[in-house]
T-cell receptor, first 114, second 116 residues
Framework: DAGVIQSPRHEVTEMGQEVTLRCKPI?????LFWYRQTMMRGLELLIY????????DSGMPEDRFSAKMPNASFSTLKIQPSEPRDSAVYFC????????????FGQGTRLTVV | AQTVTQSQPEMSVQEAETVTLSCTYD???????LFWYKQPPSRQMILVIR??????QNATENRFSVNFQKAAKSFSLKISDSQLGDAAMYFC?????????????FGKGTHLIIQP
C-alpha cells in the first residue's frame, strides 16, 4: 500500500477563498483522522471518522471548517471562507479499528492563507 | 481530558551518545496507549515506539527504548548511540481506549539536535 495520501502538498490561497484538502486513507483502515499542526498550538485533532461516519468533530475550530467522508477511500476537509489564521499544516491519518494500533500519517498539506 | 506535556522544547546530543526525552501525561483512565512519533524535516510523522499501559515491561525497538512509570504518569524515550538521522521533532502521544476520544493527544514536541 502507498500509505496515506494527501493532496495537495502545498496550497497558497487568498483570504476569503474556499480551500479543499484531500485524503486517501490506507485500504482497510476504518478510522480516519484530521489534525492541524501550528507552532503555537502543536498538533490538534480536528475530527475523526469511523466507517465513514463522523464520530467527534469537537476539535473543528469554527463553522467555516467542514469535513466529509463519502466513502472508505476518500475524505475532504474544507475551509470556507479561509482566513490567515488558518495557515498551518493539515495532516490526515488512518488506523485499523482497534484502539491499540498506530495511526499512519500522510505527509500533510501546508496551507498558507494570504 | 487528557493532557501530554513535553518539558524540553529542544535537546542536543553528540553523535553516538545517549539522550533521553521526557514526557508526562495526565489521565484518569487505567488502560491506554502511549506513543513516540518522530517528525523529520520532511514533515512525515513516523511511529518510533509504543507502550501499552497494562504492560509493565518497557517497550524497546532497536536503539529506542522507553521508561514507562505508570504511577508517576511518565513516559520517557531513550535513544542510544544517537545518529545524525535521528535529528527531528519528537512527539509524545496518548490514545484513549476507544468509545470516545479515539484520536491521539500530542505533546508540543521536543526538537532533537544531533551534533556530529
Amino acid at each position: 500500500d502507498a500509505g496515506v495520501i494527501q493532496s495537495p502538498r502545498h496550497e497558497v490561497t487568498e483570504m476569503g477563498q474556499e480551500v479543499t484538502l484531500r485524503c486517501k486513507p490506507i485500504s482497510g483502515h476504518d478510522y480516519l483522522f484530521w489534525y492541524r499542526q501550528t507552532m503555537m498550538r502543536g498538533l490538534e485533532l480536528l475530527i475523526y471518522f469511523n466507517n465513514n461516519v463522523p464520530i467527534d468533530d469537537s476539535g473543528m475550530p469554527e463553522d467555516r471548517f467542514s469535513a466529509k467522508m463519502p466513502n472508505a477511500s476518500f475524505s475532504t476537509l474544507k475551509i470556507q471562507p479561509s482566513e490567515p489564521r488558518d495557515s498551518a499544516v493539515y495532516f490526515c491519518a488512518s488506523s485499523l479499528g482497534v484502539w491499540n494500533t498506530e495511526a499512519f500519517f500522510g505527509q500533510g498539506t501546508r496551507l498558507t492563507v494570504v | 481530558a487528557q493532557t501530554v506535556t513535553q518539558s524540553q522544547p529542544e535537546m542536543s546530543v553528540q553523535e553516538a551518545e545517549t539522550v533521553t526525552l521526557s514526557c508526562t501525561y495526565d489521565t484518569s483512565e487505567s488502560d491506554y496507549y502511549l506513543f513516540w512519533y518522530k517528525q523529520p524535516p520532511s514533515r512525515q510523522m513516523i511511529l518510533v515506539i509504543r507502550q501499552e499501559a497494562y504492560k509493565q515491561q518497557n517497550a524497546t525497538e532497536n536503539r529506542f527504548s522507553v521508561n514507562f512509570q505508570k504511577a508517576a504518569k511518565s513516559f520517557s524515550l531513550k535513544i542510544s548511540d544517537s545518529q545524525l538521522g535521528d535529528a527531528a521533532m519528537y512527539f509524545c502521544a496518548y490514545r484513549s481506549p476507544g468509545g470516545g476520544a479515539d484520536g491521539l493527544t500530542f505533546g508540543k514536541g521536543t526538537h532533537l539536535i544531533i551534533q556530529p
